[in-house]
């Protein structure tokens, strides 16, 4: 059922789908076909990267420019491991490079090396902060915290504790949407009432160290010393809710958010394990960064329409 976008799903799971933001910051200014586009993406435990977004990426630059050339790498986590990516992309001769980053500060070099060479950068969907990237292309990812914090809230008042106490294990602290999907949720938490017992920001997206996080803080807290858990995503989700059963609890008592509607997240909202997850559709946010990368390769100007909104530092860019 579909319903003021949110889709209600099985077991009192839920499903919120958004739509895609662009923002677009300048324009690129060579020309030919033949070209060379670079896509750096962070890592590949979280199912999306592989799965969706390098194929949806793909997929859009082949059907828009059939002899562009792409150059694919994953950073399995590793900044530094990225940086050497982005380099190699450059020495490869990379007309334009659409980075996922690792670490949204150190990849600031990332796009300082690129503009030295006449490279534009498209940030995609972490935004690298501090750096004069060409267009940023995301959803808007304060409002992904949003949903799962208010859908946090309708879960505790199903199992009757309106405002909780709930654990909290956030992304990773070097990504930039992991703020955002952290003040979104807070935000909405606070709103509600709701008491946040314990808080983690959890390195590298890593389900095992959300697993520890919750261990340690059913030990600290007792197995009802919480009524919820804000998760950021559907691999922490996992590893709260594998902490949860082996303290004994049942988690379909205690209400637990996620994020990219993976096939295990959806799994567990259909067993009643996994209370909620936001779905961003890929194929929009890829395609959007492809459109963007094969002007800019071909040295066409971005269509307006790809971009509506106005960036801090006063340049395009938009929402779709
Ligand atoms: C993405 C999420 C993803 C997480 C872990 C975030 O930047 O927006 O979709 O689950 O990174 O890779």
Redesign the pocket.
């Given at each position: 059922m579909l319903r003021n976008g949110v889709k209600l799903w099985g077991a009192g799971g839920i499903l919120v789908a958004l739509t895609m933001l662009a923002v677009g910051c300048g324009g690129g200014n060579d020309n030919g076909g033949g070209k060379t586009i670079a896509l750096l993406l962070?890592?590949n435990h979280?199912p999306?990267?592989e799965a969706a977004d390098r194929p949806d990426f793909e997929a859009k630059v082949k059907e828009l420019c059939s002899d562009c050339k792409i150059l694919y790498s994953n950073a399995t986590q590793d900044a530094a491991k990225q940086q050497n990516q982005a380099d190699a992309a450059l020495t490869q001769g990379a007309d334009v490079m659409v980075v996922?980053a690792v670490d949204a500060g150190s990849a600031g070099s990332i796009v300082t090396k690129a503009k030295a060479q006449d490279v534009p950068v498209v940030s995609y969907?972490?935004l690298i902060t501090n750096s004069d990237v060409d267009y940023y292309v995301s959803?808007d990812?304060a409002r992904v915290g949003k949903l799962q914090g208010d859908t946090l809230i309708k879960g505790l008042k199903l199992v009757g504790h309106p405002t909780g106490p709930v654990v909290m294990t956030a992304?990773?602290p070097a990504?930039n949407?992991?703020k955002l999907f952290k003040s979104g949720a807070n935000a909405a938490l606070k709103a509600g009432g709701v008491k946040i017992a314990k808080s983690y920001d959890t390195p590298g997206?890593n389900a095992d160290k959300a697993q520890n996080e919750m261990q340690q803080a059913i030990t600290a807290l007792g197995n009802n010393g919480f009524y919820g858990v804000l998760a950021?995503?559907?691999?922490l989700a996992g590893g709260d809710i594998a902490a949860m059963k082996s303290a004994g609890i049942k988690p379909s008592t205690r209400p637990t958010t996620g994020?990219?509607a993976t096939v295990a997240g959806l799994q567990r909202i259909l067993t009643g394990e996994q209370y909620m997850t936001v779905y961003?559709a890929a194929k929009p946010e890829a395609g959007a960064a492809a459109e963007i990368a094969v002007d800019l390769a071909k040295g066409d100007s971005v269509p307006s329409d790809l971009t509506n909104q106005r960036s801090t530092t006063g340049r395009r860019t938009s929402r779709r």
């Open positions: 962070p890592e979280t999306r990267y996922d969907d972490r959803y990812n992304g990773d990504d949407n992991a997206w950021a995503n559907d691999d994020q990219d961003k």
